[in-house]
């Protein structure tokens, strides 16, 4: 079976191989025996596409999916899988999420008495799942307050409260991190007075990506479910990099012009760029209303050729401009649509998301999040 790119190309498009994707999900579900696998494809699956790479997960035998909020529950339940949002649900998305039949997460009792309330007006059972704060400091209840509040909450008319989850803000620190054995401690504590009061769960879930790579004890009985999320695209958080995965992204644009400038001139915005000597100056079809970020603005690079070109001058809004200095001499000189890989492999060379994480001082999730809807999505598929 041949393999072909489907979907629209544009000025600046990210290719999405979702073979590479059914792959690491393989590896994944080999590397979490007896556990469940959620795919995490919040946020349009890290701007990969949510519907087609939810799709391709469904296929590959993904038991639910996790994403942040309703709107991005609703367009994958034609996909038939169990749903859960992760975070908040505010009183004008209960009605669909209770009527849809969306896990929904309890982070407090007045939480609990409004998913309560709407699945009696709808005469339904709601499934809910217990959100722990272990040690994230955000949503969740404390585990001292869970022991309090747990059996209040069983108590409230037509909910199915059969799960209970935490998550781990620092996992690829690893299981000799203090924080991370005191979380799974507190939570595994807590799992053992419920249970001398008869209160268990059939859903217990505290792994991530970075917690599947190092820390094992979450990946393991008691535990039955890991939500799994950027090692999909074969991508990892800080930490270990135990199940061994492929990147399933490039992300590319074109050369909107080439034209030889003097020595002396200047490029861009705030004219911060003086040139040092005459340079054949690209100018690429992506700037920051596409993702591409501010801060490599005079320090990051672009893949030309198999080349690496020097950003030059201020990121703009629509183009960055890089040196093609280095293809000057060429006989056959850059050309007005020609490739040029703003991360992903070309040739020898490789640029990675964690490249401009590094050149923004932030991480992989923030460059992939920020790949605006003027970014094309194309798909490899068999």
């Not at 050369?255 to 690429?284: I, Q």
Request: hydrophobic letters at 40%.
């Amino acid at each position: 079976m041949s393999n072909t790119w489907t979907g629209e190309t544009g000025r600046t498009t990210l290719l999405v191989d979702l073979h590479t994707v059914r792959k690491n999900f393989a590896h994944i579900r080999e590397s979490l025996p007896g556990l469940e696998v959620f795919a995490v494809v919040k946020a349009d699956a890290y701007g990969t596409g949510a519907e087609k790479v939810a799709k391709v997960l469904a296929e590959s035998g993904a038991d639910g999916f996790a994403v942040s909020c309703l709107q991005e529950a609703l367009p994958l339940l034609p996909l038939g899988k169990p749903m859960q949002i992760l975070g908040a649900v505010f009183d004008f998305e209960l009605p669909t999420a209770v009527e849809k039949g969306i896990i929904l997460s309890i982070p407090d009792i007045n939480t609990a008495k409004r998913i309560s309330r709407e699945a009696v007006r709808q005469n339904r059972r709601a499934e809910c799942h217990f959100k722990l704060d272990t040690g994230m400091g955000r949503f969740g209840m404390t585990p001292e307050e869970a022991l309090e509040m747990i059996p209040e909450i069983l108590l409230l008319p037509n909910l199915d409260c059969c799960g209970i989850f935490s998550h781990l803000p620092a996992a690829g620190d690893g299981e000799d991190s203090p924080l991370n054995s005191a979380q799974e401690d507190k939570f595994l504590n807590l799992l053992s007075a419920l249970q001398k009061r008869s209160i268990v769960f059939k859903h217990i879930h505290f792994a991530n990506s970075p917690g599947m790579n190092a820390c094992p004890r979450v990946c393991a009985a008691p535990f039955t479910r890991a939500r799994i999320g950027l090692c999909l695209h074969g991508l990892y958080d800080d930490g270990p990099r135990r199940v061994p995965l492929k990147p399933t992204m490039r992300l590319v644009s074109r050369l909107a012009s080439v034209r030889r400038m003097k020595k002396g001139s200047f490029l861009g915005y705030s004219r911060t760029c003086h040139l040092e000597e005459d340079t054949l100056v690209g100018l690429v079809a992506a700037g920051y209303a596409d993702g591409v970020p501010l801060a490599l603005s005079n320090r990051g690079e672009m893949l030309f050729r198999g080349k690496r070109c020097p950003v030059l001058g201020r990121i703009s809004m629509d183009y960055t401009a890089i040196s093609l200095q280095e293809f000057a001499g060429e006989k056959e000189l850059p050309q007005v649509g020609e490739e040029v890989v703003l991360w992903g492999r070309s040739g020898n060379e490789e640029i990675t998301p964690y490249d401009w994480a590094k050149w923004k001082n932030t991480h992989p999730y923030e460059i992939l999040c920020s790949l605006s809807p003027r970014v094309k999505r194309s798909y490899l598929s068999e």
